[in-house]
Nanobody
Framework: QVQLVESGGGLAQAGGSLRLSCEAS????????MGWFRQAPGKEREFVAT????????SYAESVKGRFTISRDNAKATLYLQMNNLKPGDTAVYYC???????????????WGQGTQVTVSS
């Protein structure tokens, strides 16, 4: 069964760091485009970062560029999001997702994890 499970969320102070992990079952990580998205209360789900399936090219939202790094370890079937210099505006539930198309649109991803809460205090 294909499943994505996020972990690593929690409470951090502004300027701090967290690393999110997303464990993928069903062999999908190595053959899928993988993305991170986030959703703050009262807001729509928004793109954070994506990594390609074959050449692992990456793209980031402007708001996180230079602070967040997406990576994948196919041997461990795990996707990561290293988040540095966190800001209160990064507070949200973070979701990993897999899809077939290299995209920044949530609708292009068809398998989603349950999400992990990240809270950044000022």
């Amino acid at each position: 069964q294909v499943q994505l499970v996020e972990s690593g969320g929690g409470l951090a102070q502004a300027g701090g760091s967290l690393r999110l992990s997303c464990e993928a079952s069903g062999g999908i990580l190595s053959r899928s485009v993988m993305g991170w998205f986030r959703q703050a209360p009262g807001k729509e789900r928004e793109f954070v970062a994506t990594i390609g399936a074959i050449y692992s090219g990456t793209s980031y939202a402007e708001s996180v560029k230079g602070r967040f790094t997406i990576s994948r370890d196919n041997a461990k079937a795990t996707l990561y999001l290293q988040m540095n210099n966190l800001k209160p505006g990064d507070t949200a539930v973070y979701y990993c997702a897999s899809g077939a198309r290299y995209s920044m649109r949530p609708r292009d991803y068809d398998i989603w994890g349950q999400g992990t809460q990240v809270t950044v205090s000022s």
